[in-house]
């Protein structure tokens, strides 16, 4: 008998580069729901699950405030967000990093090259931290798009943004000089899950689990 206090609230990025391969998951775990109609919510058939679809930024918020029990998120935006969850599994998929690029035509030796300097980001917390590891003293001005014209519009001497496959940077006349993290989707927990969902929690781990061992 399904018992309601089981069933798993889990929260998907509803479209983006996480959504194809999070509902595939699921998918190859013989989770069965229907996505792509548009609705905010739905339930499995034959798991006890309910999805929620979500922009990837509102995903680590909605799981530390218990609105949702697990979601599937970026590595990148989870830490950027600074909230507070437990990581129960990398997923390997959705893989990219962050990286500081500056104009091709810049002579770079180092980091410290950004002494005083001014970087242009979307993520200020993991840049900052880096910075502050590295010892280097620089303005980060905080914006939320199109990161890599800042340099050309002569709002900062570089950027930090993510990076896959470097074609957008080289399109914008730069050039990576420094990885500062790599992400890739990790399967995020709230922290007080109650026992009856850890128990969903460890069935669906399982066969997640099962899945990757026969992808590998
Ligand atoms: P949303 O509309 O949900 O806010 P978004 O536009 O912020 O989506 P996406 O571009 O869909 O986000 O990226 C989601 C996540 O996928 C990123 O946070 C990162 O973890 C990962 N990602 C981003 N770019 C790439 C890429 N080029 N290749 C692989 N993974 C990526
Ligand atoms: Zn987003």
């Known amino acids: 008998m399904l018992n309601k206090d ?11 580069r996480l959504s194809e391969d999070s ?16 609705k905010l919510k739905t339930s499995s058939s034959n798991f006890p699950a309910e999805f ?3 922009r990837d930024d509102d995903i680590p918020g909605y799981v530390e405030d218990g609105v949702a029990d697990i979601g599937i998120v970026g ?8 909230r507070k969850a437990d ?6 998929f959705s893989k990219c990093r962050l990286s500081i690029a500056v104009p091709r035509g810049v002579d770079y030796n180092g980091v410290d090259d950004f002494q005083g300097k001014s970087i242009a980001t979307s993520y200020p917390r993991i840049l900052g931290d880096f910075l502050k ?13 199109s990161v890599e014209i800042a340099p050309s519009i ?7 943004d993510i990076v896959s ?3 957008t940077l080289l399109s914008n006349g730069l050039k990576e000089v420094e990885a500062i993290f790599r992400s890739e989707a990790i399967l995020i927990t709230n922290k007080k899950l109650s026992k009856e969902k850890h128990e969903t929690l460890n069935k669906l781990l399982f066969r997640v689990r099962a899945v990757q061992t026969a992808q590998n």
Not at 6 to 16: C, F, M, V, Y
Not at 28 to 34: A, H, Q, V, Y
Not at 87 to 92: A, D, E, K, N, T
Not at 154 to 160: I, K, N, P, S
């Open 6 to 16: 089981s069933i798993l609230r889990i929260a998907l990025q509803k479209s983006g």
């Open 23 to 38: 509902f595939g998951l699921f998918k190859e775990c013989g989770i069965k729901f229907e996505s792509g109609t548009g």
């Open 52 to 54: 929620l679809f979500l």
């Open 75 to 82: 590595e990148n935006v989870f830490v950027e967000s600074n």
């Open 87 to 92: 990581i129960s599994y990398r997923l390997g």
């Open 133 to 145: 590891k590295q010892g280097v003293k620089a303005e980060i001005h905080e914006i939320s798009g």
């Open 154 to 160: 002569g709002l900062a001497d570089g950027v930090c």
């Open 165 to 167: 496959s470097g074609s």
